[in-house]
Nanobody, 125 residues
Framework: VQLQASGGGLVQAGGSLSLSCEAS????????MAWFRQAPGEERKFLAG????????YYGDSVNGRFAISRDDAKNTVYLQMNSLKPEDTGVYYC???????????????????WGQGTLVTVSS
């Protein structure tokens, strides 16, 4: 299983970025997907998750209303659209995959088995 994340970069506060994460080695549409962020010295923090059906989306409190997760099963890809970015959104962003098919979304990073390599997002003030 491989997860390849892309789309990070430097953006000014108030700006937008879109991240992508392409999965391989799995039957993608059987799996929930999630995005986490890790800032220096902190644990990975749940940002958003989407169920394997794509019908339900969940967001962390700090990004609710600003970020949007989506998936394209034909492309084996999950996306994270980030709007109204703030300096505190700075960190390394990871896509994550649970070990089990049809798993529910969890906000605990320990419930995810496969991780992308991370992509750095820097929001300047």
């Amino acid at each position: 299983v491989q997860l390849q994340a892309s789309g990070g970069g430097l953006v000014q506060a108030g700006g937008s970025l879109s991240l992508s994460c392409e999965a391989s080695g799995i039957t993608f549409d059987d799996y929930a997907m999630a995005w986490f962020r890790q800032a220096p010295g902190e644990e990975r923090k749940f940002l958003a998750g989407i169920t394997w059906t794509g019908k339900q989306r969940y967001y962390g409190d700090s990004v609710n209303g600003r970020f949007a997760i989506s998936r394209d099963d034909a492309k084996n890809t999950v996306y994270l659209q980030m709007n109204s970015l703030k300096p505190e959104d700075t960190g390394v962003y990871y896509c994550a995959l649970p070990n089990e098919r049809f798993a529910s979304i969890s906000e605990d990073y320990r419930n995810y088995y496969y991780w992308g390599q991370g992509t750095l997002v820097t929001v300047s003030s």
